[in-house]
């Protein structure tokens, strides 16, 4: 499995942005498709957005299209989530992952070979 490091996490004011970088090693990056799922106090870890292995296609949760953007630097082994206009709702542990497989949906964890261990980001009023 490729391990996964998150950073970019912090304290930021509700209409803030923020990046969060996920740093991938012990694998081959480029083929992996990497997702971003994030999970807050009492709830279930859900998806947030996910990008192929080339970068040409990405997708996104719903309520976070046009707010987000995933984007990934293969000769950097580096995946990125840009996050605007932030929400309090916001407020999660952010985690990385990677998908080595071809098959499954890109929206569900069970897709997902490995995890970084996340970073927090937490907006306030």
């Known amino acids: 499995q490729v391990q996964l490091v998150e950073s970019g996490g912090g304290l930021v004011q509700a209409g803030g942005s923020l990046r969060l970088s996920c740093a991938a090693s012990?694998?081959?990056?480029?083929?992996?498709?990497m997702g971003w799922f994030r999970q807050a106090p009492g709830k279930e870890r859900e998806f947030v957005a996910r990008?192929?292995?080339?970068?040409?296609?990405?997708s996104y949760a719903d309520s976070l299209k046009g707010r987000f953007t995933i984007s990934r630097d293969n000769a950097k082994n580096t995946v990125y989530l840009q996050m605007n206009s932030l929400k309090l709702d916001d407020t999660a542990a952010y985690y990385c992952a990677a998908a080595s497989g071809v098959s499954g949906s890109y929206y569900s964890q069970s897709t997902y070979d490995s995890w970084g261990q996340g970073t927090q980001v937490t907006v306030s009023s």
């Open positions: 012990g694998g081959t990056f480029s083929s992996y498709t």
């Open positions: 990008i192929s292995r080339t970068g040409f296609t990405t």
